[in-house]
């Protein structure tokens, strides 16, 4: 089993981006899924968590911002961002639960200049 994220880059203050986490391999089912992130010196932080009934949940600091959703067909999950401010500069990690058991997906890095 495998989570690959995608969508990180280089974005302006106020803009938008997307991440993509979409687990691939031998998958019967994806249960929760969670976008983290942890910026330079700082200790990684769930960011948003959707149950595998589509139930979302947000860290305050991005309420209103951060948008997650999940395409349960491509056992996807997305993380629509907007608003961006520098303080969401980050690497970004997806994890979630696939048949009982946790997996994480390599980070993907977003930067928000001001």
């Known amino acids: 089993v495998q989570l690959q994220a995608s969508g990180g880059g280089l974005v302006q203050a106020g803009g938008s981006l997307g991440l993509s986490c979409a687990a691939s391999g031998s998958v019967f089912s994806v249960n929760t899924m969670n976008w983290y992130r942890q910026a330079p010196g700082k200790q990684r932080e769930l960011v948003a968590t959707i149950t595998g009934g589509g139930k979302p949940n947000y860290a305050d600091s991005v309420k209103g911002r951060f948008t997650i959703s999940r395409d349960n067909t491509k056992k996807t999950a997305l993380l629509q961002m907007n608003n961006l401010k520098p303080e969401d500069t980050a690497v970004y990690y997806c994890?979630?639960?696939?048949?009982?058991?946790?997996?994480w997906g390599k980070g993907t890095l977003v930067t928000v200049s001001s």
């Open positions: 994890n979630a639960v696939v048949d009982g058991l946790p997996y």
